[in-house]
């Protein structure tokens, strides 16, 4: 079946600093991968998403590219911001008429000033 | 950006009492719906993907007794959590997929907190 495993956190960072959460995944055939974000008080949101080997999803400074030989779409941002503070699921569909997604547990990620 | 709306954001019960859920697309057409159950620091999981006008299917180890979800339009969804006990306290969350969807297009609602006394 499909799984999802991504960077236990909590991850706690200085602003402006670097970010990288890893995730990787196990799929049959050949899946859409996300990432939502969750902040504080508020629904899930898509950030971005790639549906094909080797793309790259950005927005908002984050990016994601869809690694299809490591199975991974690790999300960085080069300077993060206070703002940013929020819970990151990576998810994955495996298409179809279907649009059921599949999550990782979430990485809670705190930034300071 | 569309729009998914949950009612209510909280709620606290009696064990034993039933707790009703709603789940509206407020400005587009959902011809299907999910439904997740997230535990604290824990993943969400998929509970039953809902269809319009038709039965719900449930995921495995999901007691659809349990868990009644009905779709009656295109734009409300609900979950009943029957006869609540304790051990159901949690935070369900619903999305919707739009009819005229893109690959991974599904918009989420704020959640809902249930806590069982």
């Known amino acids: 079946g499909n799984s999802v495993t991504q960077m236990e956190g909590p991850v706690t960072l200085s602003e402006e600093a670097f970010l990288t959460i890893n995730c990787t995944y196990t799929a049959t055939g050949y899946p859409s991968l996300f990432w939502y974000v969750q902040y504080p008080g508020e629904g899930l949101q898509l950030l971005l998403k790639?549906?094909?080997?080797?793309d790259k999803g950005s927005n908002k400074g984050f990016e994601a590219t869809y690694r299809k030989e490591t199975t991974s779409f690790h999300l960085e941002k080069g300077s993060v911001q206070v703002s940013d503070s929020a819970v990151y699921f990576c998810a994955l569909n495996s298409g179809g008429s279907n649009y059921k997604l599949t999550f990782g547990k979430g990485t809670l990620l705190t930034v300071n000033p | 950006g569309a729009v998914v709306s949950q009612h209510p954001s909280w709620v606290i019960c009696k064990s034993g009492t039933s707790v009703k859920i709603e789940c509206r697309s407020l400005?587009?057409?959902?011809?299907?719906m999910f439904w997740y159950r997230q535990f604290p620091k824990q993943s969400l999981m998929l509970m039953a993907t809902s269809n319009e006008g038709s039965k719900a299917t449930y995921e495995q180890g999901v007691e659809k007794d349990k868990f009644l979800i009905n779709h009656a339009s295109l734009t409300l969804s609900t979950l009943t959590v029957t006869s609540a006990h304790p051990e159901d306290s949690s935070f369900y969350i619903c999305?919707?997929?739009?009819?005229?969807?893109?690959?991974?297009?599904?918009?989420f609602g704020e959640g809902s907190r249930l806590t069982v006394l």
């Open positions: 790639a549906t094909k080997a080797d």
């Open positions: 400005d587009f057409q959902a011809t299907t």
């Open positions: 999305s919707a997929s739009p009819r005229t969807r893109r690959a991974g297009e599904l918009f």
